[in-house]
T-cell receptor, first 115, second 113 residues
Framework: DGGITQSPKYLFRKEGQNVTLSCEQN?????MYWYRQDPGQGLRLIYY???????QKGDIAEGYSVSREKKESFPLTVTSAQKNPTAFYLC??????????????FGSGTRLTVV | AQSVTQLGSHVSVSEGALVLLRCNYS??????LFWYVQYPNQGLQLLLK??????LVKGINGFEAEFKKSETSFHLTKPSAHMSDAAEYFC???????????FGTGTRLQVFP
């Protein structure tokens, strides 16, 4: 079955470390997204990519970086410049589904905690 | 710019009662509108969506929503709540030209026996 795989499910980061969150999709979707979720704030867009080798900043890109070298993959790096990285991170992709209807698909998330 | 407002961060209902979760949007172009449900430590599951056509949209688990352009609303309803409906619900809007999905802040639904 097609879908989005995020790994790891739980991640612990020490102060000053960079960590990379993985997101892989086999839906053949062109567009991919990273969202950050904090209690009471909903989901906020970090970065998005509409095509391979191209990506744009979302609303809260500071302290994060991404790459889009392959259509299937959109990894997110949380750098040491991100002062408050503890959050739940969700990856998504968008495109035509199996019934040729446009839609978004979400991964199951990665919970990042600073220790 | 597009935005979504969800009225009420917490809603509590009794099992069997009507569920009404409110969502208003702002968009400069005809929007695509979505409702998602999230269970603890999980991703988002699509409940229903409106793109074009019929304004009353039926989704999974007995939920439905009506797109009202004059009121810029897309409220989510279910006639009879079930304990398993307890979760967080997100309304979202997308611009068909940019594909970006903008979320509301979410409404946590509690269902009491």
């Amino acid at each position: 079955d097609g879908g989005i795989t995020q790994s790891p499910k739980y991640l612990f980061r020490k102060e000053g470390q960079n960590v990379t969150l993985s997101c892989e999709q086999n839906l053949n979707h062109d567009a991919m997204y990273w969202y950050r979720q904090d209690p009471g704030q909903g989901l906020r867009l970090i970065y998005y990519s509409q095509i391979v080798n191209d990506f744009q900043k979302g609303d809260i890109a500071e302290g994060y970086s991404v790459s889009r070298e392959k259509k299937e993959s959109f990894p997110l790096t949380v750098t040491s410049a991100q002062k408050n990285p503890t959050a739940f991170y969700l990856c998504a992709s968008s495109g035509l589904d199996s019934t040729q209807v446009y839609g978004y698909t979400f991964g199951s998330g990665t919970r990042l905690t600073v220790v | 710019a597009q935005s979504v407002t969800q009225l009420g961060s917490h809603v509590s209902v009794s099992e069997g009662a009507l569920v009404l979760l409110r969502c208003n949007y702002s968009s400069s172009v005809p929007p695509y509108l979505f409702w998602y449900v999230q269970y603890p430590n999980q991703g988002l599951q699509l409940l229903l969506k409106y793109t074009t056509g019929a304004t009353l949209v039926k989704g999974i688990n007995g939920f439905e929503a009506e797109f009202k352009k004059s009121e810029t609303s897309f409220h989510l309803t279910k006639p009879s709540a079930h304990m398993s409906d307890a979760a967080e619900y997100f309304c979202a809007v997308s611009d068909p030209n940019t594909d970006k999905l903008i979320f509301g802040t979410g409404t946590r639904l509690q269902v009491f026996p």
